[in-house]
């Protein structure tokens, strides 16, 4: 048992060390907003946050209301990107009503979950925080607590209010 423990923590803890690294420019992508605006490293609204998350995800939903508020708060735009290939555009948008501040980003030239290959996210949520710059200031495997991401901003050169 206390080897399947340890098996189970040091994967948790290798996980977010397969995903793009801290201080690292954001791996390449197209995908639209749902305007069809296209949306790629370089035209993305920077520091900004982006989380893979998947329509069926508890841990998605329970922590969507938070990531939400604080992008009310703060005014950063959280672009939101579903890693799952059977979350349609209509899914997609659907879930999002609820959640007015945060930018869905939809196949484009390249698919979703293909973009989400690319940043080596291996579940959901993730999120990445994007500092003015293009670069990874943080990374979150899992939930992200209000006052971690709250300061993975500040590192990220946001103002908070």
């Known amino acids: 048992m206390r080897l399947l423990k340890f098996g189970l923590l040091g994967l948790a803890l290798l996980l977010p060390a397969l995903a793009v690294k801290l201080g690292d420019p954001l791996p390449p992508f197209a995908l639209v907003d749902p305007k069809g605006q296209e949306v790629t490293p370089a035209t993305l609204k920077k520091p900004a946050v982006i989380v893979f998350w998947a329509s069926w995800c508890p841990v998605c939903r329970a922590e969507f209301p938070t990531l939400h508020k604080v992008a009310e708060e703060t005014g950063v735009p959280f672009y939101v ?34 973009v989400a290959n690319r940043f080596r996210v291996t579940g959901q949520p993730w999120t990445f925080v994007v500092d003015g710059e293009g670069r990874v200031a943080a990374v979150f495997a899992g939930r992200a607590g209000r006052e971690a991401l709250l300061d993975a901003l500040l590192l990220a050169g946001v103002d908070l209010p």
């Open 81 to 114: 990107i579903s890693r799952e290939p059977k979350d349609t555009r209509e899914v997609v948008l659907e879930y999002m009503k609820a959640y007015p501040r945060f930018i869905p980003l939809l196949a484009g030239k390249d698919k979703p979950h293909e």
